[in-house]
């Protein structure tokens, strides 16, 4: 079945950083297009960064992140990171991969927490 697991949340300064990854198994990695979400406390999920399955690996992002994070995947090892600079207290959130295949899939979420 498909499995995500997250890992690299924490917590950080205003201006720091973290880099979030994802281990996926269970469906054609290289095909997918892989998601990072994210939830704030009384917020609804948002989408962060998305990066797609073509050779080139195209990526789009939330104006509220675009130019601070970067969406990347290495598909020989079935993983997607999302390097994060520039952290803001309204970063703050329980990050999820995510994949549509078949059904949305998400991971058990990392906790990013960034004081200012």
């Known amino acids: 079945q498909v499995q995500l697991v997250e890992s690299g949340g924490g917590l950080v300064d205003a201006g720091g950083s973290l880099r979030l990854s994802c281990a996926a198994s269970?469906?054609?990695?290289?095909?997918?297009?892989m998601n990072w979400y994210r939830q704030a406390p009384g917020k609804e999920r948002e989408l962060v960064a998305a990066?797609?399955?073509?050779?080139?690996?195209?990526?789009d992002y939330a104006d509220a992140v675009r130019g601070r994070f970067t969406i990347s995947r290495d598909d020989a090892n079935n993983t997607v990171c999302l390097q994060m600079n520039n952290l803001k207290p309204e970063d703050t959130a329980v990050y999820y991969c995510n994949v549509y295949y078949f059904t949305d899939h998400w991971g058990q979420g990392t906790q990013v927490t960034v004081t200012s």
């Open positions: 990066i797609d399955n073509n050779n080139v690996g195209t990526t």
């Open positions: 269970g469906f054609h990695f290289s095909v997918a297009t």
